[in-house]
């Protein structure tokens, strides 16, 4: 019996819920009111706490894992979407600069320098232009005798 008490002190001297443990032996008075448990019920109160605490641990990892592998899920996405816009990005302006390439050698192609002509025909309705004010200035003249 005395073994019973000394395994139930030690048990509950790494409990956290005991606060004062007097082993008692059969027949003898207890020092205080309280609550007298045997071996087996001592043990499924260790076995209960060391459970929890394990549960609680094992419950605290499944959370952190879980944060841990969501926020990566989320980095990698980032960085997927961030690899994607950037070859899409370079393609586009790799194709921009095939298109002004190809433009710049038609342009060339087509060798007909219209600079002169565009001269020429400025020139024409200028002059043009500066005839017909000229001859309607004149005829408004004769028409309207000036006085003065």
């Known amino acids: 019996m005395k073994l019973i008490a000394i395994f139930t002190l030690l048990l509950f001297s790494f409990s956290s819920h005991a606060q004062e443990i007097v082993p008692l032996g059969k027949g003898e008075p ?5 609550v007298l448990l045997d071996a087996a019920a001592t043990a499924e109160i260790i076995a209960k706490n060391e459970v929890t605490e394990e549960q609680c641990t094992a419950k605290t990892q499944y959370e952190v894992g879980k944060a841990t592998n969501s ?12 690899k994607i816009e ?23 192609k087509s060798g ?37």
């Open 30 to 34: 207890s020092p205080f009111d309280g």
């Open 71 to 82: 926020c990566t899920l989320k980095g990698e996405i980032a960085e997927t979407s961030l």
């Open 86 to 108: 950037k070859e899409t990005s370079a393609n586009l302006i790799l194709l921009k600069n095939q298109e002004i390439e190809r433009l710049n050698k038609k342009l060339e």
């Open 112 to 148: 007909t320098d219209w600079a002169p002509l565009w001269f020429a025909g400025g020139s024409v309705v200028g002059v043009a232009m500066s005839l017909t004010i000229f001859f309607l200035a004149v005829q408004t003249v004769r028409e309207e005798p000036f006085s003065g």
